[in-house]
T-cell receptor
Framework: DAGVIQSPRHEVTEMGQEVTLRCKPI?????LFWYRQTMMRGLELLIY????????DSGMPEDRFSAKMPNASFSTLKIQPSEPRDSAVYFC?????????????FGSGTRLTVV | DQQVKQNSPSLSVQEGRISILNCDYT??????FLWYKKYPAEGPTFLIS?????DKNEDGRFTVFLNKSAKHLSLHIVPSQPGDSAVYFC?????????????FGGGTRLMVKP
């Protein structure tokens, strides 16, 4: 298995632009998570899905953030409009809860820079 | 309110010595704990875990200790190697909750000097 695949690896955009981050979870995993890593707050959970359904989005910082999971193999995190304070590394992770004793498998992350 | 805290943002250790990374938690429902290791430009990867029914779990150079009464766990790396230099995240889960949700600490950056 190729693991959790995120794209792009790096994104530089201007303030006000729309940004879309993408994630392909591991096949067969029924949970998908979006995290944001910052120096100040470490790893913050933004939203998670179970069987493609959003379960908890209380971590999404503002209405500018939205996430979708149209099928079991794809999820997007969108920021519109983007702001400089959104600059961070965004991670996607997946797991299969029945055998999730070792926790999550993370993607390599997308480093977002908003200028 | 942070339920999982890593109070040391960074730690520097000489190669060959012991590295001790600490983690505190507040939620008494947590019953499973994990450590993740993160290299630059990579996602966190699972390192070692411990269930609340144990107080110690060992895997090679890595040992995790759990003190439930103090709500404290620690990761010991002996002997430390330069390749261990990374950010280490502590995570906790209450497995009776839906989703086995992991709550992460803020991370500790370990630097092992040759």
């Amino acid at each position: 298995d190729a693991g959790v695949i995120q794209s792009p690896r790096h994104e530089v955009t201007e303030m006000g632009q729309e940004v879309t981050l993408r994630c392909k979870p591991i096949s067969g995993h029924d949970y998908l998570f979006w995290y944001r890593q910052t120096m100040m707050r470490g790893l913050e959970l933004l939203i998670y899905f179970n069987n493609n359904v959003p379960i908890d989005d209380s971590g999404m910082p503002e209405d500018r953030f939205s996430a979708k999971m149209p099928n079991a193999s794809f999820s997007t995190l969108k920021i519109q409009p983007s702001e400089p304070r959104d600059s961070a590394v965004y991670f996607c992770a997946s797991t299969q809860m029945r055998t999730g004793l070792h926790g999550y498998t993370f993607g390599s992350g997308t480093r977002l820079t908003v200028v | 309110d942070q339920q999982v805290k890593q109070n040391s943002p960074s730690l520097s250790v000489q190669e060959g010595r012991i590295s001790i990374l600490n983690c505190d938690y507040t939620n008494s429902m947590f019953d499973y704990f994990l450590w993740y290791k993160k290299y630059p430009a990579e996602g966190p990867t699972f390192l070692i875990s411990i269930s609340s029914i144990k107080d110690k779990n060992e895997d090679g150079r890595f040992t995790v200790f759990l003190n439930k009464s103090a709500k404290h766990l620690s990761l010991h790396i002996v002997p430390s190697q330069p390749g261990d230099s990374a950010v280490y995240f502590c995570a906790a889960s209450a497995r009776n909750n839906a989703g086995n949700m992991l709550t992460f600490g803020g991370g500790t950056r370990l630097m092992v000097k040759p």
